[in-house]
């Protein structure tokens, strides 16, 4: 069965700082891709970022980057240069290539607090 | 840039009653779905369609439930007979393909409080 894990509840950063939000996921499936959502305290869900199966490289989408280990079955969302408008919840989720509908596997989220 | 329109984005509803959650996705994207995330708790997946069809549904997707695309740009989900613990956010997203690296694009969701 495939399965998101989001082990952190609650994160704090200081504004202009790093931040990790860690992220593992367990599939059978070889071919697969990993997402990650934002959702502010507004409600919407906001994508920001896409790591393949088969991408040799992480991932990068101007101040986020995906630190993807394929062998630890990990996919962990780095922000760096903390804004106050970064806090937010912070959902990682998967998607099969072949599954039939394309449906999203969602982990429990992380919410973020950027302190300034 | 395009985006996934969801109607109305509050829905106050009496326990019994049926509730029609609207919404509009992305207008060059064949695949549509419905998740709900209860306050609190993490998203989850209801249903996806394709070609006027169901794809897949997961097991909170029951008989009360029910997906329908009228017309060419409209996507909706019906509640048949609301129960108290319906009461949660309900997003609407659309994707250009159902391959792993096609990001489904999310509405603004509907919050549906049933009284």
């Known amino acids: 069965a495939q399965k998101i894990t989001q082990t952190q509840p609650g994160m704090f950063v200081q504004e202009k700082e790093a931040v990790t939000l860690d992220c593992t996921y367990d599939t059978s499936d070889p071919s697969y891709g990993l997402f990650w959502y934002k959702q502010p305290s507004s409600g919407e869900m906001i994508f920001l970022i896409y790591?393949?199966?088969?991408?040799?490289q992480n991932a990068t989408e101007g101040r986020y980057s995906l630190n993807f280990q394929k062998a630890r079955k990990s996919a962990n969302l780095v922000i760096s240069a903390s804004q106050l408008g970064d806090s937010a919840m912070y959902f990682c989720a998967m998607r099969q290539m072949y599954n039939q509908g394309g449906k999203l596997i969602f982990g429990q989220g992380t919410e973020l607090s950027v302190k300034p | 840039e395009p985006e996934v329109t969801q109607t109305p984005s509050h829905q106050v509803t009496q326990m019994g009653q049926e509730v029609i959650l609207r919404c509009v996705p992305i207008s060059n994207h064949l695949y549509f779905y419905w998740y709900r995330q209860i306050l609190g708790q993490k998203v989850e997946f209801l249903v996806s369609f394709y070609n006027n069809e169901i794809s897949e549904k997961s097991e909170i997707f029951d008989d009360q439930f029910s997906v329908e695309r009228p017309d060419g740009s409209n996507f909706t989900l019906k509640i048949r007979s609301t129960k108290l613990e319906d009461s949660a956010m309900y997003f609407c997203a659309s994707s250009g393909g159902q391959s792993s690296n096609q990001p489904q694009h999310f509405g603004d969701g509907t919050r549906l409080s049933i009284l």
């Open positions: 790591q393949g199966s088969y991408d040799q």
